[in-house]
């Protein structure tokens, strides 16, 4: 039962069994082929009897007991009938208000097609006794021009033609409106009915025995131009006759036509000579020897000449649909089978209704190209002469798109080196070099070594065209070259086992060659950005700024390594700095002060001496002129060796020159903040604080406090009892206790060291006998 309808929109969706797009197609004219509308079976049927008609009103389907009604574009379903035995004839009037159904039982319905009301049910002859054998032949039903709102039908069965008038249709719509359903019925009973015989006694098909019945006995199909009578016989002939005289006037008789239609670009025939030569002849052609389930050929022949315009196969349960003389559309009711060899040849489980619009072969093509048919677009447009270029263009863009959402899952790796190859393969059929430039460069190729190919099939097929004896190279080859530049750049700086097509475009297209060297720097990248920095330098150099430099230098990220940080800003960023931007020189110095200071809290293990380490790059750095470059930066250059920051990292340096020796030397350790505070008595008295044991003071007095002292021309004596006295006066007003007498001890212990014992000297330092500590004069 053909239950499920489902109507289509757009065109042909290319869905298996569906598209026609592996059927022969053949002529000099090119028709659009879309699918409109597709009726399904839930289960297979063998040669289903097929038919439909379009009408002004209305678009009717007929499979076996099935009766399908749409609107005439299509687009909405009006009615859906299933009745007792096969439909025979269909016709449709009242602007599509009432339908018209002639069963294979005799039964002739009337049915009122809003309300799905049936009005009227008559037997007009009986059912023939060969099932095969259509009880109605043909149903025509159109206005009476005498009457107004009334109808006349003809109807052509088996064995007689009947003629019935007086159908008053408006009024039976007019009941309906008013829901007056007796009355309705009641309408058709005032109508006269005549029978129509052959007459052999005359020649032809009329009214008592006008015609000879032989001359045109079993005739499937009339289509009436004129004077000119298209006759189809029942062995598939098709003839053509003089109206008024009937005689035959020419036959295809090699021809095997099982259905026909007849199209015209001409408005009204101005003369019947004339108007046959615009006509053009649809038909369903049956091969010699037809059998079921062969292939029929849907054939367009130009009329008189019978040239074949158009040739497309069709499966064997196709169908014309019957309408009149149009100018343009051809309808094709065609029953598909899906693939499973278990059912016969010809078994149907889907209808499909096609509609087949001459088209342009730039607009055919357009659509080959929109469906991804590209052999089949590529066939064609060297068939019709079209630019053959273009579908390989739009191919190779396409298997770009393919490309982007491939990966490098192994499961995924043959199908991607499937498409890497598609693309080359494309590409050498290509002759535009810019387009092949283009599609070398924005590709996504998926593995470093595909990229490389790539690029190098680009450069290769440039220089081949380039001039030799002109040193210039074109635009195009110097994009490859700049590609394969940035492609060796990103595979020092990340390697190939970080390449992707995503991450590689983007390297690719960016502009700001710094942007990555910032970036590389804040994630700790160092030898990274180094590498970029050095491969880029040259094309960011006369753009360079003080703006620049200073997100340089904030983006190097901390903690860092000192070994690979200072041999770059030596050798390469301060040189670079003072080349280009000697006032730079200012914020160089500054951002090394600060970054050499907070290596005491990022760095402590390391420090003073990392500290040192970082600040001397400044002044170990080389310089232009000892590069071989020109010296006239020296002057500018020298502007700045005396700025307010350049002094300050100099003192820094010196600072942490002398912490280190402090360290080293007299093993005392301060931090950076609390010696920039001191002198070098305070730095004397530092050292005595940090003996915490009085009985240490005299031995490190020895080593360490007294080479510092004699050092740096301190005068030994005197510091000594200067200390005593610091001592005193920061101790004895935190002593809580009377026997808090650790500081007295450390006194005791450094008056130890005087050397000078002679009473004045001496008597400046006593103890009392209460142990308290005093201080002469």
Known sequence: MWSDIELLTSDDTGSGYLSVGSRKEHG???????????????????????????????????????????????????????????????????????????????????????SKQTLLTNAFVQKANDENQRTYRNLVIEKDGSREGTYYMLLLTNNGFFCVTN?????????????????????????AFSKWEPDASRKGMTVKNVSDAEII???????????????????????????YTLTPIWNWPSLHIEEFLLTTEADSPSSVTWYIMTLTLISLLLEPGFLPGSIKN?????????????????????????????????????????????????????LVLRCLTEALPENRLSRLLHKHRFAEAESFAIQFGLDVELVYKVKANDILEKL??????????????????????????????????????????????????????????????????????SDGLKEVLRAHAKLTTFYGAFGPEKFSASSWIEFLNNEDDLRDIFLQLREGNLVCAQYLWLRHRAYFETRFDVKMLENLLNSISTPVSLQKLCPWLKNDVIPFVRRTIPKGQKILAKWLEQAARNLELTDKANWPENGLQLAEVFFTA?????????????WSSLDYQNTEEVCQLRTLINNLRELITLHRKYNCKLALSDFEKENTTTIVFRMFDKVLAPE?????????????????????????LLYIEDLLKRCSSKSTSLFDTAWEAKAMAVIGCLSDTDPPAYTRATATHDGNFCIFS
């Open 28 to 114: 000099t004219a090119l028709y659009q082929v879309d699918l409109l509308a597709k009726i399904s079976s839930e289960k297979a049927l063998l040669n289903p009897k097929i038919q439909a008609c379009s009408l002004s009103d209305g678009f009717i389907i007929v499979a076996d007991q099935s009766v399908i009604l749409l609107d005439s574009v299509c687009r909405s379903l009006q009615l859906h009938l299933v009745f007792d035995t096969e439909v025979d004839v269909v016709g449709l009037c009242q602007e599509g208000k009432f339908l018209l159904v002639g069963e294979r039982s005799g039964n002739l319905h009337l049915i009122h097609v809003t």
């Open 167 to 191: 159908l008053q249709l408006v009024k039976i719509q007019q009941a309906i409106e008013k829901v007056d359903f007796d009355t309705a019925k009641k309408g058709t009973g005032n109508c």
């Open 217 to 243: 006995q079993g005739a499937k199909k009339f289509q009436l131009i004129d004077n000119l009578l298209f006759v189809l016989d029942t062995d598939n002939v098709l003839s053509l006759w003089d109206i």
């Open 298 to 350: 849907l054939m367009v022949y130009s009329l008189p000449v019978m040239e074949i315009l158009y040739s497309l196969e069709v499966s064997s349960v196709s169908s014309l649909v019957q309408r009149g003389i149009s100018t343009d559309t051809i309808y094709l009711l065609e029953g598909i089978c899906k693939s499973d060899p278990r059912l016969s040849e010809d078994s149907v489980s889907v």
């Open 404 to 473: 982007a959402l491939s990966s490098l899952d192994t499961h995924e790796q043959s199908k991607w080196q499937k498409l890497v190859n598609e693309a080359k393969e494309n590409l050498h059929k290509i002759q535009d070099d810019e387009f092949v430039v283009n599609y070398c460069l924005e590709a996504q190729w998926i593995t470093y070594e595909t990229t490389q190919q790539m690029l190098n099939y680009a450069k290769n097929r440039l220089l081949k065209k380039e001039d030799k004896t002109i040193p210039v190279y």
């Open 622 to 634: 080389e310089k232009p002129n000892e590069l071989g470059l020109a010296s006239s930066w020296r």
């Open 696 to 720: 240490l003071i005299s031995s490190v007095f020895e080593k360490f406090i007294r080479v510092y002292m004699r050092e740096h021309d301190l005068q030994e004596e005197e510091l000594l």
